[in-house]
Nanobody
Framework: QLVESGGGLVQAGGSLSLSCEVS????????IGWFRQAPGKEREGVAG???????DYVDSVKGRFTIARENAENTVYLQMNDLRTDDTGMYYC?????????????????WGQGTQVTVS
């Protein structure tokens, strides 16, 4: 089970921090990804982090977003700075039991319910 929190309304240039609490994961390698979906658009990968802490980001958020994980707490964070209006969307975290953090949503079988981020 994955549960996101931390979304909200923020002005352009502001910051938000999202959290993804993961429960019920068996031992083994995995990747946690953050995805977003804007109205009328396809879901896209934003950032991913594997069990060893290796990270990857979509080009549009590099230098502004930071993904991190606390394995002991089974929590993954997404710190979002210098937010833009085109960052608006529903943000989801998802789990993939693989070392490779694919940017493709269809590679992730387990999803949270999402948290809304609105940048005005």
């Amino acid at each position: 089970q994955l549960v996101e929190s931390g979304g909200g309304l923020v002005q352009a240039g502001g910051s938000l921090s999202l959290s993804c609490e993961v429960s019920g994961i068996t031992e083994g390698t995995n990747c946690i990804g953050w995805f977003r979906q804007a109205p009328g658009k396809e879901r896209e990968g934003v950032a991913g982090i594997d069990i060893d802490g290796n990270t990857d980001y979509v080009d549009s958020v590099k230098g502004r977003f930071t993904i991190a994980r606390e394995n002991a707490e089974n929590t993954v964070y997404l710190q979002m700075n210098d937010l833009r209006t085109d960052d608006t969307g529903m943000y989801y975290c998802a789990l993939r039991r693989s070392q490779y953090c694919s940017p493709e949503p269809h590679d992730y079988p387990d999803w949270g319910q999402g948290t809304q981020v609105t940048v005005s």
